[in-house]
């Protein structure tokens, strides 16, 4: 029964994704599957289902539910795709991508956040997740080129080098901005003839820095 103090948190929190636009039913599956409060800080798990970025360690944030849902929407994923992520924070957005994808690399600076990610990953039977501990704005060329990129760090451009990775077709979501102001959310997709850029909605992440972290 639902807690009466407490009214379920989860039909709330799909009924605000509806309100603000997001329509992708496998979407709005896998945001109600994936349990959001194992990828909050303990303090701030009675908040884990509010519309709100929440702080974790090494000073990052997890996105809020409607951003994450938002991007997700965008990429147009389908069962087949390979994604590379930037910026693992949490984990919470590669386990949304896990269920809708084949495979998600996900790179991360701070080795803190890449260990912690790694183990909530794996417990939850996220087994086509690889969590890497790298640089973001200098992909290894090893691992390929992907059909869906997702940033989830301000850029102040979208570097050249990681548009080419991108797969013919392939989709890249970052946002981009100044990294202590308001962002963009750029949908950029690999043509044939080069590459089509929109410009979405206004949004605020913290910045994407270059390089691994020396410290946690």
Known sequence: MPDAKNPP???????????????????????EDVPRE???????????YRDTALGIACGQTISQPFVVAY??????????????????GSGYQAAILSRLCKWVLTIERYRTLADRARKRLE??????????????????AGVGNFDRILVTAAME?????????LEPEGV?????????????????????????RRELVDVRFVPALPGIAREL
């Open 172 to 196: 890249l979501i970052a946002p981009v901005g100044p990294q202590h102001g308001v962002q963009t959310l750029v949908r950029l997709v690999r043509t044939e003839s080069g590459f089509e």
């Open 71 to 88: 991007m997700t929407e965008q990429l147009s994923l389908q069962k087949s795709h390979h994604v590379l992520e930037i910026g693992t």
């Open 123 to 140: 417990d939850l039977g996220c087994d086509n997740v690889e969590v890497m501990v790298g640089d973001g704005f200098d992909i290894p």
């Open 157 to 165: 451009q979208i570097p050249d080098a990681l548009a080419e990775r």
């Open 9 to 31: 948190r989860k039909m709330m929190f799909q009924l605000g994704l509806r309100r603000r636009g997001i329509s992708d039913q496998a979407v709005l599956r896998v945001m």
């Open 38 to 48: 194992l990828f909050v800080e303990p303090a701030d798990r009675d908040d884990a």
